[in-house]
T-cell receptor, first 113, second 110 residues
Framework: DTEVTQTPKHLVMGMTNKKSLKCEQH?????MYWYKQKAKKPPELMFV???????INESVPSRFSPECPNSSLLNLHLHALQPEDSALYLC????????????FGSGTQLSVL | SQQGEEDPQALSIQEGENATMNCSYKTSINNLQWYRQNSGRGLVHLILIRSNEREKHSGRLRVTLDTSKKSSSLLITASRAADTASYFCAPGESNYQLIWGAGTKLIIKP
């Protein structure tokens, strides 16, 4: 299994909602990542978990809250988002942390109304 | 911060022609990777070239790396309609972070 599975594929939420994005991989990878990507832009790194510990937090607003329940799962909890947070949210994993080959999920297209 | 810069920003060619995309970066790297992204989808890893390598091939892909010029190129030979996508370079810094280029949008006309 060489897949990273993200759910949901699409999400529309209001600014007062709380929602969660989910990501799962069964490749035995020990690093997992959240990226945000706006249209026609490169992905921007948000968070990195390495061995289930948060190792990089790229100064992301607190309305985004990551969680890594175990080595296969990564969640991104969303609360009180703004319309400018609308974007494609991508999860990725790699064997270890570092500049290694990343395996990406197909993303969650998020719209904040 | 954005490390890689890609050129051209957009490229439109006929099916069967070769496509070349270039990437420049600013600091020391451990490796350089190329990814493809179809519209609105996740990125797919194409190829990784290490800093001590000069050229690498994978099927119809050929990647070169010139660390003295801090540049890389991706050549896709005999292009197909299915190659239509955005292509991103991602230099891997020596502190093991990937920093993404702005991407080249490639359109293959049938």
């Amino acid at each position: 299994d060489t897949e990273v599975t993200q759910t949901p594929k699409h999400l529309v939420m209001g600014m007062t909602n709380k929602k969660s994005l989910k990501c799962e991989q069964h490749m035995g990878h020990r690093a997992m990542y959240w990226y945000k990507q706006k249209a026609k832009k490169p992905p921007e790194l948000m968070f990195v978990y390495s061995y289930e510990k948060l190792s990089i937090n790229e100064s992301v607003p607190s309305r985004f809250s990551p969680e890594c329940p175990n080595s296969s799962l990564l969640n991104l909890h969303l609360h009180a988002l703004q319309p400018e947070d609308s974007a494609l949210y991508l999860c990725a994993s790699s064997l270890g942390q570092g500049s290694e080959k990343l395996f990406f999920g197909s993303g969650t297209q998020l719209s904040v109304l | 911060s954005q490390q890689g810069e890609e050129d051209p920003q957009a490229l439109s060619i006929q099916e069967g022609e070769n496509a070349t995309m270039n990437c420049s970066y600013k600091t020391s790297i451990n490796n350089l990777q190329w990814y493809r992204q179809n519209s609105g989808r996740g990125l797919v890893h194409l190829i990784l070239i290490r800093s001590n390598e000069r050229e690498k091939h994978s099927g119809r892909l050929r990647v070169t790396l010139d660390t003295s010029k801090k540049s890389s190129s991706l050549l896709i030979t005999a292009s197909r309609a299915a190659d239509t996508a955005s292509y991103f370079c991602a230099p891997g810094e020596s502190n093991y972070q990937l920093i993404w280029g702005a991407g080249t949008k490639l359109i293959i006309k049938p």
